[in-house]
């Protein structure tokens, strides 16, 4: 009997209109699941719909909250088609021993490009640049560059060094900048040997020219760059945020920016999104705003479905998924872990 995955549509469909919906994520799915959609207009009608579910695949919509997988009854895992996993309560999920997953590199260059061609933007001031050109200004421009100083030998900062980071460094060294990084999760060494000077947090804010965020949002991150965090700061650097809005009190960079304690801010992610249409940063020209868009390309969508799909398969086939984002839920489920080849073995040996 095929086992049961819910994704979450306030919308119903019959069979045939499923198929060809989720025709990617049957690719991985179909010799083991049946895709179901339940109405996600609100918890309650979630939880009724759900309740059976053998896993959930989700990337948008209702949080999953622990009233929700304190409700499932079979529930083996939550398969999430980003990297940000912050739309699931993911200690319940543990708790509660249930694996949840996201897809981590499965845009990884696309969010790189994004992040430096922020950096450059703000670096060249290009918002400001289009403002005088339209408004016909075209010889104000040039002494608004005047004091700017050349990108090469500048330091750009990373708070923490995953995939993105990793990515975003690469380029960046392509550009002659010089590299510093704080994350408390990696060997400092590892950081040496990539040619970034592994710093503490607070040498992290006062050293960096451009200050790259690619952190997660948990309890730890959120807010991390706060009224305190900017203060630190240099007057001349540049904010970049690729990775969640929440990592940024919003308030306080905004005070930052108009009491001059930070120079700019290139976001692809805010606190609201969408955001209030009188969100102060639009009025701001030494910000460059995109709307969550870093990690899109064609390539995008149907691969972050096909891994989050593939993630799912697994474990309903029994099997340790791919990419766990909490690992330690391993005692509580009957997943088989992975086995490595032996060394004299492949897989199709």
């Known amino acids: 009997m095929k086992k049961k995955v819910i994704v979450q549509l306030p919308r119903q469909a019959n069979p045939e209109q499923l198929r060809i919906r989720y025709a990617v994520e049957l690719e991985e799915l179909d010799a083991v699941a049946d895709i179901v959609e339940v109405d996600a207009s609100t918890e309650e009608a979630f939880i009724d719909g759900a309740r059976d579910a053998d896993a959930l695949l989700t990337s948008w919509g209702i949080n999953?909250?622990?009233?929700?997988?304190?409700?499932?009854?079979?529930?083996?895992?939550?398969?999430?088609?980003?990297?940000?996993?912050?739309?699931?309560?993911?200690?319940?999920?543990?708790?509660?021993g249930i694996v949840v997953t996201n897809t981590p590199d499965i845009f990884i260059e696309e969010v790189a490009?994004?992040?430096?061609?922020?950096?450059?933007?703000?670096?060249?001031?290009?918002?400001i640049?289009?403002?005088?050109?339209?408004?016909?200004?075209?010889?104000?421009?040039?002494?608004?560059?005047?004091?700017?100083?050349?990108?090469?030998?500048?330091?750009?900062?990373?708070?923490?060094y995953g995939n993105v980071a990793k990515a975003t460094v690469r380029r960046a060294k392509a550009f002659g900048m010089n590299v510093i990084g704080c994350d408390p999760y990696i060997s400092e060494i590892k950081m040496t040997d990539d040619g970034i000077e592994p710093v503490s947090f607070g040498e992290l804010?006062?050293?960096?020219?451009?200050?790259?965020?690619?952190c997660l949002l948990n309890d730890e991150t959120r807010h991390i760059m706060n009224a305190e965090a900017f203060k630190k700061m240099k007057n001349t650097a540049?904010?970049?945020?690729?990775?969640?809005?929440?990592?940024?009190?919003?308030k306080a960079l905004v005070e930052a920016l108009q009491n001059g304690e930070i120079a700019g801010a290139g976001l692809d992610v805010l606190e609201q999104e969408p955001p209030a249409k009188d969100n102060p940063l639009f009025a701001m020209e030494n910000v460059i705003i995109t709307p969550h868009v870093a990690s899109?390309?064609?390539?995008m969508r149907p691969e972050t479905r096909r891994r989050a799909a593939r993630e799912i398969a697994l474990a309903l086939k029994g099997k340790w998924p791919m990419s766990p984002?909490?690992?330690?839920?391993?005692?509580?489920?009957?997943?088989?872990?992975?086995?490595?080849?032996?060394?004299?073995?492949?897989?199709?040996?």
Do not use: F
């Open 64 to 96: 999953i909250s622990r009233n929700i997988l304190e409700s499932l009854d079979k529930c083996v895992i939550v398969g999430v088609g980003s990297v940000g996993v912050d739309m699931v309560d993911v200690d319940a999920a543990t708790e509660n």
């Open 113 to 127: 490009d994004h992040a430096l061609a922020l950096l450059l933007g703000c670096y060249r001031q290009i918002k």
């Open 129 to 160: 640049q289009d403002n005088i050109v339209q408004a016909g200004e075209w010889y104000t421009g040039r002494p608004k560059l005047s004091n700017t100083p050349r990108l090469i030998g500048q330091t750009l900062g990373v708070l923490a």
């Open 205 to 214: 804010m006062e050293r960096s020219d451009y200050l790259s965020l690619h």
């Open 238 to 250: 540049v904010l970049i945020n690729t990775c969640r809005g929440g990592v940024v009190d919003e």
């Open 296 to 299: 899109a390309t064609s390539r």
């Open 325 to 349: 984002v909490n690992p330690t839920v391993m005692p509580k489920v009957e997943l088989e872990r992975w086995q490595p080849y032996p060394m004299d073995r492949g897989p199709n040996r």
